[in-house]
């Protein structure tokens, strides 16, 4: 069983975000199956710098939070495909309003990201 470094905190809005959408693909693969890309394989395929294995950890995370369902279907070989769920998609403005929002400050973010990249080098 995986034990907390940090106690657990929520005592606000963001923090109970926080908790939910942690995850570095967690974001991505609301919106990507937003978009109907549904089966894991597309999702790897949406996403290629991530593991299938980190993939599956996020989903299932995002199951755990009632975010995203799974559904089996019974036929060789297995299919599965994930579907947000009526409080997922409560998310998909939220989504879109910070993917706007990089869009619009994305010369001044990528400037900033960049030379952050080059002071850790």
Known sequence: MHERKI???????LDL?????YGKWKIRLLWFIHQGHLRPSELQRKIPDA????????L?????HELVTKKIYAQIP?????YLTDF?????PVI???G?????HEERLRNVIMKRMGENA
Do not use: F
């Open 7 to 13: 106690p657990l905190n929520l005592n606000c809005g």
């Open 17 to 21: 975000i926080g908790e939910v959408l």
């Open 51 to 58: 593991s299938r294995r980190v993939l599956n950890l996020q």
């Open 60 to 64: 299932k995370e995002l199951e755990e």
């Open 78 to 82: 297995p299919k599965v495909e994930y």
């Open 88 to 92: 997922g998609k409560t998310l998909i």
């Open 96 to 98: 879109s309003a910070l």
């Open 100 to 104: 706007n929002w990089g869009d619009q």
